[in-house]
């Protein structure tokens, strides 16, 4: 992603826990040498919250993990929800 194209996406996420009355607790970005280091690490913190939600700027940014789908319904399996704010 472009440093625009990153600004939008966490813009996105911020408005949409806004939208919800969410707490914002934090943005991962995961990079490409370093994968899936971010996601794991996303997963810790959201393990720790009562309410356990993933807001992602768009359903293939759960890609590191997996077949995006399959991701997606392994967390929501597991008590998490997602959220896709683009």
């Known amino acids: 992603m472009s440093e625009n194209e990153l600004a ?3 813009k996105l996420v911020v408005e949409a826990a806004h939208s919800r ?4 607790v934090a943005i991962h970005v995961e990079e490409i040498e370093t994968a899936p280091e971010a996601f794991h690490d996303l997963l810790a913190v959201v393990m720790q919250e ?5 807001i992602t700027p ?5 890609g590191v993990a997996g077949d995006p ?3 997606r319904q392994r967390l929501e399996s ?7 704010s683009g």
């Open 58 to 62: 768009g359903i293939q940014h759960l």
């Open 21 to 24: 009355g969410t707490h914002l």
């Open 69 to 71: 789908s399959s991701v």
């Open 50 to 54: 009562a309410e356990r939600m993933i």
């Open 8 to 10: 939008s996406a966490r």
């Open 78 to 84: 597991n008590g998490i929800t997602i959220v896709v």
